[in-house]
């Protein structure tokens, strides 16, 4: 399997990127947070990489982390989710809210991306908690012990002034990436993160 690619970045899409290896073009399936880490076209490019073989379908996902992709991996795995809904997953919170959530159990931040129900939401907190529960984050700047009763919340809060709740997670997600210490108190973080949200 290909466990990575290094190489100048020749095509960048939302969706995909193309990376040149040494004269040969890959094109590689991203989520959105990698298409904000890989840079400018012609520049250099590092990606980890998974392949997934299908019965009539070869496709290779790419990831600016290792973290990312160890999670896509585990999402893989769960029964009713595919590589496209995994790539959704990781495009809508940081690696460290979805680990959060589903330590948590907080199925209702899980049922607010695309393409995951609330059964499917439920299989990936009873599949994956205790497998999480022994991954060592390397995750730079975001920690999840102690911060996600405060994070919850905060977004409840928010909702219940009336926005949704995908535009709430993003909102705190942003407010606490840019200061950890804000998320210390609920009243603080909602405070800070209807800045974001109006």
Known sequence: MIY???GKLAAKGTASIAIDVGGVSYEVNIPVSTYDAVGSLGEEV?????MVVREDDMQLYGFATEDERRLFKLLIGVNGI????????????????????????????????????????????????????RIELSVQGEAIEGKEEIRSGAVEALVALGY?????????????????????????????????VK
């Open 164 to 196: 949704s709740r995908m535009q709430c997670e993003r909102a705190v997600r942003e407010v606490l990436k840019r200061d950890a210490s804000t998320g210390n108190s609920v009243e603080e973080l909602v405070r800070a993160a209807l800045k974001e």
């Open 82 to 133: 595919g590589p496209k809904t995994a790539l959704g997953v990781l495009s809508s919170a940081s690696v460290a809210d979805i680990y959060g959530f589903i330590s948590n159990s907080n199925t209702s931040a899980l049922t607010a991306v695309p393409g995951i129900g609330r059964k499917t939401a439920e299989r990936m907190v009873l599949e994956l908690r205790d497998k999480i529960g």
């Open 4 to 6: 990575g690619l290094r």
């Open 46 to 50: 590092a990606v980890f990489t998974v």
